[in-house]
């Protein structure tokens, strides 16, 4: 995998279940061919991922030097990954994908990047939208809240 010429997978795809995970994937790999470019492992959301699943990022980056398969890694993930139910695991994957900036600074940040992008789409909240959109993926374009049309 090479982050300098493609972008890893969307937050959005999912690998066993886990939202972010295909992501996180793609970029351990990168990092360990030494082509990980500007992204950056382990991330804040990466960091998310792992603290739900209750690994460290050495763990999660020995499990992907050791399995070179998807499904490998996924199985895993699933095997050695803290148990949650089904509904738990829909709910963490809902709440990190509509997460957005939670700090003042963080929010100017958000705002400079989105708008540097695509400055008519303020319905773009959160930070998986905003890889989508930075790395040329659909965004749908969802209701702003409040505003009713």
Known sequence: MDLT???PRSPRETLAGYAHLARMVDKVR???AG???EYVYPCPMDQRLLDFAGMTAEQFTEAV???S????VAAWFQRTAKPHSPVEVADWNQTLLTRGPDTEEKRAYFRSERDRLDPTRTDITSWADLLDLEEGRPVPIRPLEGVTR
């Open 5 to 7: 010429k493609t972008f």
């Open 30 to 32: 990168a990092k360990l």
């Open 35 to 37: 082509t990980i470019g």
């Open 65 to 67: 030097t050791s399995y």
């Open 69 to 72: 398969a998807d499904g490998d």
